[in-house]
Nanobody, 114 residues
Framework: QAQLVESGGGLVQPGGSLRLSCTAS????????MSWYRQAPGKERDLVAT????????DYSESVKGRFTISRDNDKNTVYLQMIDLQPEDTAVYYC???????WGQGTQVIVSS
């Protein structure tokens, strides 16, 4: 069955960086756009970034534009989220999602705190 597994979360100080990974299996990863979402405590899950099938087109929420970069490697069935200049307001559980069939990962926690 389809599966998305995120990794790379953790605790980082303000101004720090993290790279999240999401590896897919059980479906044609290359055939769909992929996205990262995040959900902060007590808030709704929000779209962070989306990458097109071949990776040539990306889109970002205003809150992360210029700091986060989404990319994908279709040979590895993996989508990435490079995050720099992290701030406390970036603290959330980050989820990857297939934008075709409604597949979600289990999430990876990012905590930005000094």
């Amino acid at each position: 069955q389809a599966q998305l597994v995120e990794s790379g979360g953790g605790l980082v100080q303000p101004g720090g960086s993290l790279r999240l990974s999401c590896t897919a299996s059980g479906f044609n990863f290359w055939a769909y756009s992929m996205s990262w979402y995040r959900q902060a405590p007590g808030k709704e899950r929000d779209l962070v970034a989306t990458v097109s099938l071949a990776g040539g087109v990306t889109d970002y929420s205003e809150s992360v534009k210029g700091r986060f970069t989404i990319s994908r490697d279709n040979d590895k069935n993996t989508v990435y989220l490079q995050m720099i200049d992290l701030q406390p307001e970036d603290t959330a559980v980050y989820y990857c999602k297939c934008e075709g069939p409604d597949y979600w990962g289990q999430g990876t926690q990012v905590i930005v705190s000094s």
